[in-house]
């Protein structure tokens, strides 16, 4: 049988998904399963890292199943999984010592408080691209090692393994042959740097983490290893492509060239921008990545992250009930002209890139008697947009590259009016493309090109398809004088504490 379908494996923070996609680009099956998520104490986030496994081997059977598509004919798996979040495993058992320690748990704040007292963040900084906070992987193994009876022992000896969700789901599909990570994955771990190229002997030191357990960093796109064949119907499959979400994204969306940037609006927003073979240090709060590794080169990216936004809708709807679907929004914010200098801040667990303040919290300004629910929605949409710009603005100043054009993904991406609002106040054309599935895209991508499914970067980007440009309709005195009214309101915000 001719091997020309990529499985494409997303495993997010809520669930676990895998598609099959042809040598179009078109996806052709879907399968997802969600998982528990658990919460020991407040601020802390965990997942069972089995409970994982057995919802990509449900989809993985599901898809192919559904499809009637045989695993003889799967060229190769691409993986892209929710980042940072770190699982440690025994290296004989394969049995995790610990839940999963999930990206936006809190529970490593003291290590992180330690660690800045102890005047590490230059050093951090200047290795690693990163900032230290409690978001990232380092700590949380630190954390496990110490909270674990016996394991800081063990893993010196060599008996326990360390990895993202990526490390941990190509231990377990290829039977335990491969204990390995990409450059997207090792980026966010604050143990790698990301300008030698390896895990740092000064950061490991840091952290009191062994050497022993940690995976060997590959390219994002080559073949690793096969799986066994008991988890595919008789099969071995390619392992062949690995990134982290946003940098799997980042590819999707064909944001190949230096200067080019996409942002995703999901709960939060993501906006990378590829800043080519140079890493680019950021003055401005942004965070310095590695976005991939391909054909024996790395490339680099800018990072902003920003805590809210469609979960800023998410409020309209279930906090206030303002609308009854998150789609609704586009009605109400098209009913009038202008928002009448009404600005909400949606720091509802402080502000992300570029502000970096934790104890903000949310406000709404310029309310007046004549205030209705359309400018309050209205404001709320408008708000993603100016995060988006306050990202953008320091983004270019970093990287002293002026952005062409944003291409956009993500569940907010639909709302046509916020993409019309975001081209305007960015005074950029916006970019929607037909598949919004551009995260699982890249993953197959990667893999696709290390089975030789696609040549080329150059034959990848001809899969891309525009849905909707979005022009620059607003003339510059509007869009500085509604930037400056936002400016004026996060100001205030910050004061009020």
Not at 61 to 74: M, Y
Not at 273 to 291: D, I
Request: include cysteine.
């Amino acid at each position: 049988m001719e091997k020309k379908y990529i499985l494409a494996l997303d495993q997010g923070t809520t669930s676990s998904r895998a598609m099959i996609i042809n040598q179009n680009g078109e996806i052709i099956g879907v399968e997802q399963e969600e998982f528990e998520q658990i919460f020991p104490k407040p601020g802390w986030v965990e997942h069972n890292a089995n409970e994982i496994w057995a919802s990509i081997l449900a989809v993985i059977a599901g898809v192919l199943l559904k499809t009637n598509i045989s695993s003889k004919e799967i060229a190769g798996i691409g993986i892209t999984n929710q980042r940072e979040t770190a699982v440690v495993w025994e290296k004989d058992t394969g049995k995790p010592i610990y839940n999963a320690i999930v990206w936006q748990s809190r529970q490593t704040e003291d290590i992180c408080k330690k660690l800045r007292k102890d005047g590490y963040q230059d050093m951090v900084k200047d290795k690693t691209g990163l900032l230290i906070d409690p978001y990232f992987a380092g700590t949380k193994a630190r954390w496990i090692l110490d909270e674990v009876d016996g394991a800081q022992e063990r893993a010196e000896k060599g008996e326990l393994l360390f990895g993202t969700i990526d490390s941990w789901l190509v231990w377990k599909l290829t039977g335990g042959k491969a204990h390995i990570t990409d450059y997207s994955n090792a980026s966010r771990t604050l143990l790698y740097n990301i300008y030698d190229l390896e895990w740092d002997d000064e950061l490991l030191e840091m952290l009191n983490i062994p050497k022993a357990m940690l995976p060997e960093v590959k390219q994002s796109s080559e073949i690793y290893e096969n799986t066994v064949p008991y988890h595919f119907f008789g099969e071995e499959v390619p392992v062949a492509g690995i990134a982290g979400d946003q940098q799997a994204a980042l590819f999707g969306q064909g944001c190949f060239e230096k200067g080019m940037a996409k942002n995703t609006y999901g709960t939060g927003c993501f906006l990378l921008m590829n800043t080519g073979e140079n890493a680019v240090k950021s003055e401005n709060g942004l965070l310095t990545t590695l976005a991939w590794g391909i054909d024996g080169k790395v490339e680099y990216a800018l990072e902003g992250s920003i805590f809210v936004a469609g979960s800023a809708i998410q409020w309209l709807r279930d906090g206030l009930r303002m609308v009854r679907q998150s789609p609704d929004t586009e009605n109400y914010a098209t009913r009038i002209e202008s928002s009448d200098g009404v600005y909400v801040v949606p720091a509802f667990v402080g502000l992300g890139a570029p502000y970096w303040d934790a104890d903000a919290r949310g406000a709404i300004f310029g309310l007046t008697r004549g205030t209705e629910k359309e400018q309050f929605i209205r404001a709320t949409l408008e708000s993603l947009a100016y995060q988006t710009r306050d990202v953008m603005d320091v983004m270019e100043k970093d990287s002293g590259i002026a952005l062409k054009t944003l291409r956009v993904d993500g569940g907010a991406s639909s709302n046509n009016f916020l993409m019309q609002f975001q081209a305007d106040i960015l005074d950029v054309p916006v970019e929607r493309p037909e598949n919004q599935e551009t995260t699982v895209l890249g993953a197959a991508f990667l893999a696709g090109l290390a089975v030789g499914l696609w040549k080329d970067k150059s034959e990848i980007k001809k899969q891309w398809k525009l849905d909707k440009r979005f022009k620059v309709k607003m003339g510059s005195e509007e869009r500085n004088d509604l930037y400056e009214g936002w400016q004026k309101a996060v100001k205030a915000t910050q004061a009020f504490k």
